[in-house]
Structures are given as C-alpha cells and as structure tokens.
C-alpha cells in the first residue's frame, strides 16, 4: 500500500497547530507511522532529512503534488487508503475519532478541485526558486554552511586596510599639525601661548586651560590700570556690576545651576551669606547680593563695620534695601544663622589688615563653601577660602585664596596699552576662566 502513495507531495495539518509538509517515503510495517523525506514545518526546511508522524497527530491530510509516473492512481487510490489508515488509527484513540475521520465525499471534492492547482503552485515555487538561487533549493538545504571555513577565507586586515586608505591628493605634502579639541583647523597661524606681557611681572605667572600664559601684575601696576579705566570711562560703579554679574553666574553654578534653580523646587531655594567691609571689595559683594536676590535667592548681606560706609557701598547698599533680602549689622547675630548653602566673602583688599574676630570665627566654624571677590593677593585675614574672583589681570596670590577665576572686565585693549600692557584676550568666548599656577 505505501508504494502506492510513495513519493507524493503531502500537507499535514497536525492535532498541534504546526503544519508540516515533504514527499512520502513510506510507513511503518504496522500502518501507524507516515514517514516523510525532505521535511517542512511551518514553511521553514526541518532540520532532519527525515521526519515520522504517528496517525494520532494528523488532522487533516492534503496532496500537494502526486509522483510523476502515476498521478492520477495515487490521487484517486493511494490518498484514500492513507485516509482510511487515519481513520482506523482514530476509531482505537476516542478522543481524537472526529478530528482524523475524513468522509470520502470530502476526499473526493478535494482530489478533484485543489490537488491539480496545488500541484502547479508547488512547481512554479520550485521553478523560481532554482532560477533565483541558480540551483536546486533542495541541495541548498541539505548542505551546512561551514562559517569558520568561509571565515578563514576572508583576510580582515588586508580588507581593514583597504577601506581605511585614505587617498593621498598631494602626495609631496604630509599634514603633520595635530590639533587639541579647542582649536580651530582653519588658523593660518600657529596659536601664541603669550599674548600677554607686562613691563613689572609679579612673582606669580598662571596659565589657562587653553595653554595661554597670564602674568600677574603688582598692585602698583593695577591700580594704576583701574585710574586710566576710570579716566575713560568705565566708573567703578559700571566696573562692580560686571564683576558682580560674574560673580553671581558662578555662585548659580556652583549651587547646582538649572537643576536647583527650578520653579518646583521652591522647597530646596538656596540661601547665600555675603559678608561685606567698607571698601571697594565690599561694594562687589553687595551688587552680587541684589543680583542673586533677583533670581529667588535668599540673601543675607553682613557688614563687617556698619558705621563705615565708601561712597561705592552706599550706592550699591541703596539698590539693595529694595530687594527681599536680609541686612545684618551685628556681628552678634551671625550665631543665630544656621549653616547656609554659599558664602561670599568680601571683607578685605590691599590696605585691610584684620577683620572683625566675630566674623571670622563664624567664618571658620560653618561648613558651607566659601568664595572671595577681589581679595588681597596674602589672602582675607584669617579666613581660608575654596573660590576667588579676581577681576582684569591677577596678582600673585598666595593658597589661602583657593582656585583663581579670572574675569574680563571689558577693558578696552588701548587702555592697557596706556598702561604699558601688551594685551590681547585670553578669555576667548568665555568672561570668566580659571587661572593655573605656571610651573
């Protein structure tokens, strides 16, 4: 009976789900078993040459494409008898009798409609595919693909090589110029690392972190600096309000920038002390207070000696009174202040020899960093401090006044030149940079 049907074309659909087609090799001795050669199971090639499917697990049975020398016969006979197996099969398991019974009207209806149709799909498939794949889709199948073979003929670095030459335009020329990530590929002209000199350097000599070295000048030569400024133009009072801008901007920074200036976290809004003495430093310090009271900071504005007032102080006091923050003239009321987020510091500059011992033991009791703004180059007497901002060119400051940052104070270049300053800016696009000590 099996060589009757032997190498038809069938379509299984299983009691699982799957469906599972290939060529008909046979059964088993006790009529059971269908044996299949050159498998599919749902659609994709099995990776067995050979499957075995048990009557019990076939639901339905169609006859794709019947054996080339007898057609017809195994159509019309051998496709009944492997139904007729099933059906046996299924009489001896109840539970799936209905599933595997096949009526012959059904048989019939599907052996004259569909076989023949069917049949011609398969062999247009095969047709395709052989002219697609220029060989049997079948040997293509039983064949492993080798990968470390294949892999071992195919030389990476040669291939590496080949797509990472780079064509040689003008093979007479090598670019041997390398350039850092901040500088610009288009300069005609090697960058000068000394654009400033001055004609009395201090001892001190910084460095940016660009590679440009800055000199730093006596207080002879900067104060003489700050009077031709005045004298054309840039007031001290238009000189604290740079200064106390960019004081301000890194005091946001430092408190966490945009992260802790959110409209939302109204619960977690920063408080900054700024202790202040009757000079111009002071004066710096008071314009940073009413600058960072304008963005929701809670300020607390200390003066070290409240009867002692510059005419630059109290100009920048009369802006102050009119913002929310808080005036403390008693340095007795320091100790009821809780450690706050920031401090500013500006208490002392070249002439200052001490400062109020109230205050700078409170100074050195809290936890909260500390940042000078223009202090004297040995420092604020007794207090240490992490940040200084240093307007212009520095002087030669000493470790108590922490990392320098130098801020560009919109000098005209002229006017150092009136100065005897050889001065080209070494900011770049930024107003303020740190500054490194020069080994």
Known sequence: MASQYKGCCVSINCVDGSVVQGEVNGMSDDNETL????????????????????????????????????????????????????SVSKQNNSKQKNKAKVSNSESESLLTSQPLQQSQN???????????????????????????KNLALFNKKEFYN??????????????????????????????????????????NEYITDDGLVVPSITSELRWKLFNLVEENGLTSGRQNEIIGRAATEMVLQLLGGGYRFNPRNEHQWPRVVVLCGPNRSGAMGVNCA??????????????????????????????????TGTLITSAAELHGLLDPDFVVVSLADEQTEAVSRNITNWAKSIRSPLMAIDPPSQGTPS??????????????????????????????TQVFHFAGIQYKSPFGSKSVIPLHINE
């Open 35 to 86: 044996i299949l050669k050159r498998p599919f199971k749902n659609g994709i090639p099995h990776i067995e040459n050979e499957i075995h499917i048990k009557a019990s697990m076939i639901e339905n049975l169609k006859i794709i494409k019947a054996h080339l020398e007898n057609e017809q016969t195994v159509i019309n006979q051998g496709t009944k008898n492997i139904k007729k197996n099933v």
């Open 122 to 148: 398969f062999t247009n498939h095969k047709e395709r595919n052989d002219a697609c794949f220029g060989v049997s889709l079948d040997t293509i199948v039983k064949e492993d693909f080798d990968f470390e």
């Open 162 to 203: 080949k797509i990472h030459k780079k064509p040689d335009l003008v093979p007479h020329e090598k670019v041997t110029t390398k350039y850092k990530h901040n500088e610009n590929v288009l300069h005609s002209t090697p960058v000068k690392f000394r654009q400033v000199t001055v004609p009395s350097p201090a001892i």
């Open 290 to 323: 009413r600058q960072l009271s304008s963005y929701g900071v809670h300020t607390v504005v200390v003066l070290s000696e409240p009867g002692l007032y510059t005419p630059q102080l109290a100009n920048e006091m009369a802006l102050y009174q009119f913002t």
């Open 383 to 412: 207090i240490v401090v992490k940040y200084s901002l240093v307007p212009a060119l520095p002087l030669s400051y000493n470790e108590s006044n922490g990392k320098i940052y130098l801020c560009n104070m919109g000098i005209p």
